[in-house]
């Protein structure tokens, strides 16, 4: 007979074991939960590695481009004939040129012309009738002669740098026994050298509460004005700076200064990162970067702007409404900078076309709201008189430059973004005038220059053009700064 087993009697751990075991049985965690944490979790992953991805991009600073200081611009047969010297310049109206210009504005006289539609100021560009009071002066109350003797109350020189003929204007003070310091001053466009000329003689006079001067030396960027234009792709503002650093040199200045605007600021910029052993400071009434930590500040600005600047937040915000100013106003270089050679064709054939459309961008820089009034501003800016205006069209026409000057938008590139996020360590000073267009506040300079000394404002006038419209207070600033 089959005697059948008992089962032992559990103890008391296997008992608590078997417990454990039915109660995680009973909790198992169901797959849609699973499923959820591994998303969050790869999700998370994500999120984390874009964050750190676009915190090293918008602050990692990148090395210096590589610098060559002997890139050749001009034909290449000429390098072994190079003409290193500094030579004197005049310049010069010729009568070829003043019968030209007569044929022209005969033409212009006869020819019938659209009128502009009433009631739209410049919002449609120059008025028709602005175009005629321009006109108008230009032939009959615009003395050539009596301007060339203007042009040459400075001395003018040309010296051969990197195979480019630059033409630049040399002012040295008549004071004795001060200290002179020499100074660059770059120009933008569509200005010129012509600009300084009422700063340059403020810059060289003795003041009372400094014990020095400035020598001053304002040249014509390559492919303006007088200066030689490059025989093939490639001078941006990053190589200009370059040549612009090499001329100081030829001219004995192994210490200077630099100022600019516009253009001039980018290329004074540049120089003043790639050369911070020779700028011993830098001047700008342009008060802009484009580095990555301030353009996103600007950006994340619109949502609190006074945080970003509290007294001058509205020279930046509302953002949509500054967007628009700058689409509607900024046309013009997208043009230059893909098709410069096809505008320039028209804009050399016809003086007061040059001369609108050079006066189209000078006068809504300098006022925004010049382009509700008829006449541009043309009465209540610039002392109410076109000479210096027509003088900066002249130094165009006479050179036939206009071409060659608008190709600097088609050279910038990638390197000029680059140099944008080195931090310049030259001690760097700004004047803003109340209708600069371009501005950016102290707390966002500060990422490009850390060793920015101030910021000069002033919100009752000026505007872009600060040397032209504004010489005596932009004098007094780069004294003061520098």
Known sequence: MEVSKRKKPKTKDEKVAN??????????????FSSCAVTLTVSSIIVVAAACHVYTDVFHIPELPPVDLDVWWGPNHTKLSQDTTIRPFRIVFSDAMQEQLVKKFDHHRR??????????????????????????????????????????????????????????????????????????????????????????????????????????????????????????PGLGPFQVAIVMRNLMNRLGF?????HGGDFGHVIGSIMATLFPNEVLGFHSSMPLTLAKPSVLA???????????????????????????????????????????????????????????????????????????????????????????????????????????????????????????????SVPTWFLCLKYQPFYTPEMLLRWKYPNLINITTYDDFGGHFAALERPQELAEDIFYAL
């Open 298 to 424: 600007r950006v994340l600005g619109a949502v609190w702007p006074t945080f970003i600047d509290a007294h001058h937040w509205r020279k930046m915000y509302p953002l949509k409404e500054k967007l628009e100013f700058l689409i509607d106003e900024t046309g013009y270089s997208h043009l230059q900078a893909t098709k410069p050679d096809t505008i320039g064709i028209a804009l050399n054939e016809s003086p007061v076309g040059l001369a609108a459309y050079i006066f189209d961008k000078i006068m809504i820089y300098t006022d925004a709201n010049n382009k509700y009034l008829e006449d541009g501003g043309l009465a209540k800016y610039y002392n109410g008189s076109m000479t210096d205006l027509i003088d900066n069209v002249m130094v165009y026409w006479v050179s036939e430059s206009i071409t060659t000057s608008m190709r600097i938008y088609k050279e910038v590139s990638s390197v000029e973004l680059t140099l944008e996020q080195i931090p310049t």
């Open 254 to 258: 192994n210490k200077y200064y630099v």
């Open 19 to 32: 417990s454990i075991k039915k109660i995680y049985k009973d909790i198992k965690t169901p797959k849609s």
């Open 111 to 232: 020819s019938e012309k659209q009128k502009s539609f009433d009631d739209t100021a410049w919002t449609y560009g120059v008025h028709s009738s602005a175009r005629e009071q321009i006109f108008s002066f230009w032939q009959y109350k615009y003395k050539i002669k009596e301007r060339e003797r203007f042009f040459n109350q400075f001395q003018h020189f040309k010296t051969n740098v990197q195979g480019l003929d630059l033409h630049f204007m040399r002012v040295r003070s008549e004071v004795e026994n001060v200290k002179v310091l020499p100074i660059i001053l770059l120009h933008g466009w569509p200005s010129s050298f012509r600009e300084f000329y009422d700063v340059a003689p403020l810059l060289t006079t003795r003041r009372s509460d400094y014990d020095f001067v400035f020598e001053v030396i304002v040249p014509s960027l390559p492919g303006f004005g007088f200066s030689q234009s490059a025989v093939r």
